[in-house]
């Protein structure tokens, strides 16, 4: 099982089979707008700018955490596009944690842990990094900057 055994909802409704990604690198984020992590939106864009044609970031809006991503798709989507011109694919809003977590953060939680074992994601802008086969290579706590995991996805792309 890989990432690419998944497909989610994307922000307009449609369901997307993330196998769609493969030979890419890989940034799963689930994000919210009114988070003090927000701004990591541009931090994310830029990524997803320089590394173009390798590394594809997924925003998976996450109501999870403090009730801080309470909008419509519809709203989550304008707000990221009025506010960070926001160029990656988006989903709809899923649960990251407990029974009604979305499958594809069951796996990324189970398969790349936090700190001390724990599977449980602990705010928005958690990020997992995959691979362009599809596996898993790191987990980065929300307040790790994009911009300081570059060299990480350097490295999975082979550059």
């Known amino acids: 099982m890989n990432l690419y055994?998944?497909?989610a909802l994307d922000i307009d409704g449609k369901n997307r089979d993330l196998a769609e990604f493969a030979g890419k690198v890989v940034l799963v984020v689930n994000t919210a707008?009114?988070?003090?992590?927000?701004?990591?939106y541009t931090g994310l864009q830029h990524?997803?700018?320089?590394?173009a044609g390798d590394l594809v970031v997924l925003g998976f809006p996450c109501n999870q955490f403090g009730g801080q991503e309470p909008g419509t798709e519809d709203q989550i989507k304008a707000f990221c596009?009025?506010?960070?011109?926001?160029?990656?694919p988006l989903f709809s809003k899923v649960e990251v944690n407990g029974a009604g977590a979305h499958p594809l953060f069951k796996y990324l939680t189970h398969e790349v842990p936090g700190i001390l074992g724990t599977e449980a994601i602990k705010w928005n802008f958690t990020k997992f990094l995959i691979?362009?086969?599809?596996?898993?290579?790191?987990?980065?706590a929300p307040g790790t900057k994009p911009e300081d995991i570059a060299g990480d996805i350097r490295k999975a792309i082979g550059g």
């Open 81 to 88: 596009d009025l506010n960070f011109k926001v160029g990656f």
């Open 131 to 140: 691979g362009r086969d599809g596996e898993p290579i790191a987990r980065y």
């Open 5 to 7: 055994d998944f497909h």
């Open 47 to 51: 990524l997803q700018e320089t590394f």
């Open 33 to 40: 707008s009114a988070c003090g992590y927000t701004p990591q």
